[in-house]
């Protein structure tokens, strides 16, 4: 697939509709723009890389969130893949990012995730700073997984530093590979007898020196690989531009390299851990101990060059432009003081590497940047740091919740803005939006937020619990509210305040879904991985289990105005509860094809809307009795309701699935009768991942919610 349009809403006023033409379709629509509810950051950017040739461009990877490019210009990141579909929702895994040395224009990226897709890899490929790509699929060549250990090393992926078209990448399980037409075709480098490594990251960077240029291209490469010295050579040199390779003897046998760079006067410096990174991976590879090295071309050495009485994993790493002996790097998967919070260290050096100082040791202050939840976050996970090549007392650093920047790293106190304005990358897992009130919404990790506007940055959920993946209204009486979850300690929180505070109560387990009843009295809880449903009449103070009920994973779902009445889809089955949720029996069957999630139209008893995938949607009007086919979806993967439309009866519809042909978002405001499809193919998102739901908003006509895999949550508005 080739020349792919991407915009965004940040690039775009207005996107471009496209209506999908069906027999009985509603006219249409007005135009959509397109966004993310603002709860800035929020997931782990693998790597922050400025261009060299350009001020102010710079480029980020994340590893569940796609890519960005920096618009000095407004002060905030522009989202780069929005434009993949469901079959390339990999491709927002990015395992490597390259920009051409000599054109700022030109970005490459190495994208795919392995659970995804059958694990589809592609090249991506921009010559106007990823307002539009080229997308080859390298699957068969080679394949990655962006979202896997390591993901922070680098880059695997790089030009040449003579002549851009010559590429290189080195892969995770099939060797290093090189391309001399910026990436559209690539032939294995088969002089470096490396395909794989034990921990399956495979070759974690690729150095050229941009100081061997002869016939045109770099003859120095320096290339690592992600691997402990009992396994094989981990750092190895070619002088002959791949011709052949030679295994740099001296590199620390019990550590891994996680990145380098060249300091542009004779030397490589070299990060490492003893593991992949980011984190620790068992025993194995704890990720607790590395090491900074110098490589000098000349004398063909490796010299230790860590900071002194430092014994720590380190990763990011860094040369001035205009002074190879000035340095920064960073630690990773440390936890030390780091003001209010516990991180990583961040090392500058000015000569060489012989002397460290530890900026954070010397005075660390935090900029919170107008997100309030980042308070008591450290930066942690620090994979890449760079200096600004324009500007060396300038550093970016990316971390385990997006990126930070300061504006100067040698004063005494150096100030860390959390510079994320337009960076959303969070998973979400849930979303409410009140009549006359707050939009709510719970992701992992960190929490969730009460949204009063979707374009300001939100409180987060407080007292907090983490990862949060459950969240239930009273339909009939809004002002209680539920939210579970937490991944090592599982918590339950209930509110009577339409989430504004929050009591803490008892839970059977963790994660999974909840349910409340229309006027709050009964609260279901299903576990994760867990077979019981579980009941209470006390907002948690006690639980008993549920009747007729037996599976993992289920969704139950509250009837919005009979308290007596609950839904469940389990594999194909409705069951229906008419006792406050004490049992559930079956009352209809439907195709075993859903994400689980029945959709109970507010204000009607008994009206319930089934999404089923490739067999379409289902309505019941009789409380899951029977249930009649919108004929005109042919596949449907959620839906959601909204405000009506005005001089409606009926609250509008929102669907991810496809109509006529046509994949996409749709709203429909005259009960499923006719469709129109709101979103282009510039705005796909990957579809609704992870939490699986579409919603539309209760307040304002026309606007929707949506969730991705890890893109945050996607607004769009008429």
């Not at 120095?220 to 295994?247: D, I, K, W």
Request: glycine content about 14%; hydrophobic content about 40%; overall charge neutral.
């Amino acid at each position: 697939m080739g020349g792919i349009m991407m915009t965004t809403a940040r690039t775009k006023a207005a996107a471009m509709l496209v209506t999908a033409a069906l027999a009985g379709t509603a006219g249409t629509a007005t135009a959509y723009t397109w966004d993310s509810v603002a709860i800035g950051g929020g997931g782990f950017v693998s790597a922050v890389i400025p261009a060299k040739s350009e001020r102010g461009v710079v480029y980020a990877r994340t590893d569940v969130g796609g890519a960005y490019r920096w618009d000095n210009s407004k002060a905030r990141w522009v989202a780069l893949l929005d434009w993949v579909n469901e079959d390339q929702v990999g491709l927002q895994g990015v395992d490597a990012l390259a920009v051409d040395p000599k054109n700022a224009a030109r970005v490459t990226m190495l994208a795919g995730t392995s659970y995804f897709n059958d694990g589809k890899t592609a090249i991506l490929r921009s010559t106007d700073y990823g307002k539009t790509f080229t997308v080859t699929d390298v699957s068969a060549q080679f394949k990655t997984h962006g979202n896997g250990m390591g993901r922070q090393n680098g880059e695997r992926l790089v030009h040449d530093p003579s002549s851009s078209n010559v590429m290189y990448v080195g892969t995770r399980y099939n060797g290093l590979f090189k391309s001399t037409d910026y990436g559209a075709t690539w032939a294995r480098m088969t002089a470096l007898n490396v395909t794989t490594t034990p921990n399956g990251v495979g070759i974690s960077f690729v150095v050229p020196d941009p100081r061997s240029v002869a016939n045109g291209v770099a003859q120095r490469l320096l290339v690592g690989v992600s691997r402990f010295g009992s396994a094989g050579p981990n750092l190895y040199l070619s002088t002959n531009a791949g011709a052949s390779f030679a295994a740099v003897a001296s590199s620390p046998a019990g550590l891994m390299p996680q990145r380098a760079v060249y300091d542009g006067a004779g030397n490589y410096f070299i990060t490492y851990g003893n593991g992949a990174g980011p984190s620790g991976n068992g025993a194995s590879e704890p990720m607790d101990q590395g090491q900074i090295a110098r490589y000098s071309i000349a004398a063909g050495t490796l010299s230790n060059v860590t900071p002194a009485g430092v014994n720590r994993a380190f990763s990011g790493i860094s040369v001035a432009a205009n002074n190879p002996s000035r340095l920064v790097a960073s630690t990773i998967n440390t936890y030390l003081q780091q003001g209010d919070a516990w991180g990583d260290r961040i090392f500058v050096s000015s000569d060489g590497g012989a002397t460290w100082t530890d900026v954070i040791a010397r005075g660390f202050a935090r900029d919170a940047n107008g997100v309030s939840w980042i308070a008591g976050q450290a930066i942690h996970w620090a994979g890449s740091i760079a200096f600004d090549p324009f500007d060396s007392s300038a550093v970016w650093v990316s971390s385990g919740n997006g990126i930070f920047k300061t504006a100067n790293i040698d004063l005494a106190t150096t100030t860390w803005k959390f510079d994320v304005k337009g960076l959303e990358e969070t998973v979400p897992r849930n979303m409410v939006s009140l009549t006359g009130g707050p939009l709510l919404s719970v992701i992992s990790d960190y929490d969730g937020f009460r949204h009063t506007d979707p374009s300001q940055y939100a409180p987060i959920h407080t007292p907090r619990i983490g990862t949060t993946t459950g969240l239930a209204v009273a339909a009939a009486n809004d002002w209680g509210v539920v939210r579970v979850g937490g991944d090592d300690t599982p918590a339950m929180y209930y509110s009577w305040d339409r989430g504004a505070s929050w009591i803490k109560t008892s839970v059977n387990g963790k994660n999974g879904q909840v349910a409340l009843s229309a006027n709050a009295g009964v609260l279901l809880h299903s576990p994760e991985n867990l077979a019981t449903t579980y009941r209470s009449t006390n907002m948690g103070g006690s639980w008993t289990a549920v009747s007729g009920l037996n599976g993992a994973g289920l969704r139950p779902v509250a009837d919005p105005v009979n308290a007596s009445k609950f839904y469940v889809y389990a594999n194909g089955t409705i069951m229906v509860s008419t006792d406050g949720g004490m049992s559930f029996a079956a009352r209809a069957t439907l195709p075993a094809n859903s994400t689980g999630l029945i959709r109970a139209v507010p204000g009607r008893e008994g009206d319930i809307w089934v999404p089923l995938r490739a067999n379409g949607l289902r309505r019941s009007t009789d409380s899951g009795a029977t249930f009649a086919t919108i004929g005109t979806v042919s596949d449907c993967r959620a839906i959601g309701f909204g405000k009506a439309a005005a001089n409606a009866s009926y609250p509008t519809i929102f669907i991810w699935g496809t109509v006529g042909g046509v994949r996409g978002l749709f709203r429909s405001t005259d009960t499923g009768a006719s469709w129109t499809r709101i979103n282009d193919d510039s705005h796909q998102f990957g579809g609704p991942g992870n939490g699986e739901f579409v919603l539309g908003d209760m307040n304002t006509f026309g606007v929707v919610y949506m969730s991705t895999v890890g893109r945050g949550i996607v607004i769009g508005k008429p």
